[in-house]
T-cell receptor, first 112, second 112 residues
């Protein structure tokens, strides 16, 4: 069974540019999470989806971040415009039952 | 706000010794406590978890204990091996909110 797929794996952009990350969860997993992980820290939840509905986006900086999960399967996280402080690893995870989350490999974003 | 504190931030042990990592949580409604292992440049992977109706759980060389009254839980690794070297994250979450709060991580070094 394929795991959580993310692309791109690495992205380098200049500040003020837009960037988008894509995630395809494990087949059948209805819950999808986007996390941001800064160097030396634990993952921080940005948004959680139940199917196509965003049920927890309290930590998402809505002035520059947006996300969507059309058809309740894959998801896209966008930053526009990017700032220097957005440099981090963006992790996507999915789960079927409550609790156990399976993580993707992450996208390492560097904003110059 | 809700938070999870994790100690120590760095732990160095000799191969064959035991390692203990401790976490405390603030939200008394938390009822699920997973532990993740993250090797350098890789995704977090679940290694063991415990639910609030259980005080201890063991899986080969790893075990987790939970004290709900004190709101703390611990990871125990016995007979450590060099391949146990990684960053370990504890987390706490609760039914309904599905919100998972991660600790800051413990970098474990196992010296051969």
């Amino acid at each position: 069974e394929a795991g959580v797929v993310q692309s791109p794996r690495y992205k380098i952009i200049e500040k003020k540019q837009p960037v988008a990350f894509w995630c395809n969860p494990i087949s059948g997993h209805n819950t999808l999470y986007w996390y941001r992980q800064n160097l030396g820290q634990g993952p921080e939840l940005l948004i959680r989806y139940e199917n196509e509905e965003a049920v927890d986006d309290s930590q998402l900086p809505k002035d520059r971040f947006s996300a969507e999960r059309l058809k309740g399967v894959d998801s896209t996280l966008k930053i526009q415009p990017a700032e220097l402080g957005d440099s981090a690893v963006y992790l996507c995870a999915s789960s079927l039952e409550f609790h156990e989350q399976f993580f993707g490999p992450g996208t390492r974003l560097t904003v110059l | 706000g809700e938070n999870v504190e994790q100690h120590p931030s760095t732990l160095s042990v000799q191969e064959g010794d035991s390692a203990v990592i401790k976490c405390t949580y603030s939200d008394s409604a938390s009822n699920y406590f997973p532990w993740y292992k993250q090797e350098l440049g890789k995704r977090p992977q679940l290694i063991i978890d415990i639910r609030s109706n259980v005080g201890e759980k063991k899986d080969q060389r790893i075990a987790v204990t939970l004290n709900k009254t004190a709101k703390h839980f611990s990871l125990h690794i016995t007979e450590t091996q060099p391949e146990d070297s990684a960053v370990y994250f504890c987390a706490a979450s609760k039914t309904g909110g599905f919100k998972t709060i991660f600790g800051a991580g413990t970098r474990l070094f196992v010296k051969a």
